[in-house]
């Protein structure tokens, strides 16, 4: 699966609520489909159970098929709970970083304001939405570019209590520090990240 580029309500009737993808909310209420699926409950496989919370991750995050099994990988390698490595991976993306900030309403606009060079990481230009940021690194969106104003017009807007607690933001200067890992409570996403684990378990 690709990074996609569809509608979103559609995705997120069938899939739930993905905070990242999107912040807008179906009025239906039913799965998307000819029917709606309204009077019946579909059963679901144990492998399509499992497909369905690993597309929940990849779109919640817009990331490749292909760069979430990397992902998975890396977090079986290091040390801990291989389903908190993982979204401690996903969490401590720049992309992510600056979206968590607020100084993106989405995480495409996030993304795209990394990829132009708007984004420092510890005074250095990152232009890698995949980059991993590290515990103390410093977020600053740079000050003469066309971004500016607008990062600095989500942040009117955004409340200051929706910013998780591993955060500490500077609202006058544009910048941010990492102060610790998310915690999982702080994720909104409804994932069970151990199925996602189960997915992938076969290749690995």
Do not use: W
């Not at 099994?69 to 890396?74: A, E, G, I």
């Not at 607020?102 to 890698?128: D, S, W, Y």
């Not at 971004?147 to 933001?169: A, C, D, F, M, R």
């Amino acid at each position: 699966m690709t990074r996609y580029i569809g509608p979103k309500l559609k995705k997120t009737r069938r899939l739930g609520e993905l905070f990242n993808f999107t912040q807008k909310q179906s009025i239906r209420k039913y799965l998307p489909g000819e029917h709606g699926l309204t009077n019946k409950e579909k059963k679901f496989s144990e492998y399509s159970t499992r497909l369905k919370e690993k597309q929940k991750l990849q779109l919640n995050y817009g990331i490749s098929n292909k760069n979430l099994f990397s992902y998975v990988c890396l977090a079986r390698k290091l040390p801990g709970s291989t389903e908190q490595n993982l979204l401690k991976l996903l969490e401590m993306r720049l992309d992510t970083i600056v979206f968590r900030f607020g100084f993106a309403k989405t995480l495409p606009f996030a993304r795209q304001i990394v990829t132009h060079g708007h984004i420092l990481v510890n005074n250095k230009k990152i232009t890698i939405p995949s980059y991993q940021c590290k515990l103390n690194d410093k977020i600053t969106i740079l000050k003469k570019n066309s971004s500016y104003k607008v990062v600095e017009q989500n942040l009117k807007i955004t409340n200051l209590n929706s910013l998780p607690g591993h955060l500490n933001l500077d609202r006058q200067n544009l910048s941010g520090t990492i102060e610790n890992f998310i915690d999982r409570n702080e994720i909104l996403l409804q994932i069970n990240e151990l199925l996602v684990i189960e997915y992938y378990s076969k290749n690995i």
